[in-house]
């Protein structure tokens, strides 16, 4: 999900990184994108300005309403590798 998201992004002119590495104890993958502007993404995930924000949409596919609170403010990830 990670690299098909990052692709999509990329080709519209977004920049955002795939970011391989843990989520808790599982090793993963998520991407970060950089927005410019402040807001929402699907009702929940929240963008802030001039930033790189994580999207997980693995966690997002599975429809769990716990997702954002999951993924906070980015401390249950540890980024290995960043393409």
């Known amino acids: ?4 998201l990052a692709a999509m ?4 002119g977004i920049p955002a990184r795939l970011e391989i590495g843990y989520a808790g104890e ?5 991407v970060s994108v950089y ?3 402040a ?3 699907d ?3 929240r963008l802030r300005e001039k930033s790189w924000n ?3 949409p693995t966690l997002a596919a599975s429809g769990s ?6 993924i906070g403010d980015g401390s249950h990830y540890t980024v290995k590798y960043s393409y």
């Open 1 to 4: 999900y990670a690299a098909v």
């Open 65 to 70: 309403a716990e997702r954002n609170a999951y």
């Open 26 to 30: 599982a090793f993963h993958a998520w």
């Open 43 to 45: 009702g929940g995930v």
């Open 39 to 41: 807001g929402r993404l």
């Open 54 to 56: 994580l999207l997980d």
């Open 9 to 12: 992004l990329r080709s519209r």
């Open 35 to 37: 927005s410019e502007e």
